[in-house]
């Protein structure tokens, strides 16, 4: 599950593979990390729905002492006592506190949010005719917001952002970026603590939970290590559909129409996390008809489930919404957060064609490159033209 021709034809992938190997297969991550991928619809809500079975904490990695320092994967699957890795009543004490403060998000508050912030970014590029809607747009857009729900005052999200952007996109840069992401959330996180703020650390600090600085650090520390990365992968993805698909182009021209509909096929098709690391099972399992010993990492992938002809046959076209795609079971996103996302990422695409109408692919849609990543599914770029046009005055 690593190079080029697997990054760039993902669904290919899973479709060959589920042929040719069934429901579950053994696989090689980067560096040839051996793993079990499950590529059901099935296998995934048995995995999901038994946490007390399949652990999602990474401590219990019967590998970890064989996996080198800079190995790629090292900090997503770091044992963190975060939100991610807790399990029964403490992670549904954690997890409870994030998906109540998610859910009270006021959503047309967070959509005017969403407006300023797009069209701020517009601003920057729109006089040029041109811009690379990756780099100057989605993975700007989504870490600014974020901070902003979060509380962080505005100082401090540039150099947060730059620290988010390296998180999500440079492996060498990965570890130190991090750390450093870790350190201004804690410094805020200790700031809050005196005068707790309107934003949602304030929120989580006054929430019956009762989180610790420590466990508010961490859990907020994850929500910025995978909310804006997710979230720009599902914009940057809508947009590149919709500026190569012809069912979308009527959206080109100033419509909305199908923005809501490009939303939902890239959830189907290219979901922002096409995979999640990972599960352990904390005893030796049958799965797919393998055997499993205790401790073995296993991916689950959600493209591929999605993907699952008994899922199609169960739950109809693609335009509902039984993809799996925001994950499954306890250790799925936060209550709230899914819609949060959507709102985001709806105006992002929205306030764009506004503003930028006749936006084409400045290149070849065959060019688009995929980033290489075991779970993420983003652009390396989506460079585009447009007419220029003046700044708006606010």
Known sequence: MYGPEFADDLAEFYRRTRSERGSVTPVLLVGDVPAWLVLSYRELLHVCRNPQVFSRNSAHWNLWPQVP????????????????????????????????????????????????????????????????LIAQYTQQMTPAVIARLVGFPEDLIPALNADLILLATSV?????????????????????????????????????????????????????GTGP??????????????????????????????VDQALNEVLWHDPP??????????????????????????????????????????????????????????HSCPVGAPEVAEVIAKTAVEVLLDRLPDTHLSVPAGDLRWNESAWLRSLESLPVSFTPVLPQVR
């Open 69 to 132: 320092q800079d190995w790629p994967l090292s900090v997503p699957l770091m044992p963190l006592p975060g939100v991610l890795n807790t399990e029964g009543d403490e992670h549904r004490r954690r997890a409870g506190a994030l998906s109540d403060v998610m859910e009270d998000v006021d959503r047309v508050d967070l959509a005017r949010m969403c407006e300023r912030t797009a069209d701020q970014l517009i601003d920057s590029f729109a006089g040029d005719g041109k811009a690379d």
């Open 172 to 224: 060498a840069d990965a570890v130190t970026s991090g750390m450093r992401v870790m350190e201004t959330i804690g410094a805020f996180v200790t700031g809050q603590r005196k005068e707790p703020g309107p934003g949602l650390v304030g929120k989580l600090m006054r929430h019956p939970a009762g989180l610790t600085d420590e466990e508010l650090t961490l859990d907020v520390s994850i929500i910025f």
């Open 229 to 258: 990365q997710l979230t720009a992968n599902w914009i940057g993805s809508a947009l590149r559909l919709m500026l190569i698909d012809d069912e979308f182009s009527l959206s080109l021209q100033g419509g909305r129409s199908s």
């Open 273 to 330: 996390a096409h995979s999640m690391i990972g599960r352990w099972p904390l005893e030796d399992v049958t799965l797919g008809g393998h055997r499993i010993p205790k401790g073995d990492f296993i991916v689950v992938s959600m493209a591929a489930a999605n993907a699952d002809a008994r899922l199609r046959l169960e739950a109809g076209a693609s335009v509902n919404r039984a993809h799996v795609s925001f994950g499954h079971g306890e």
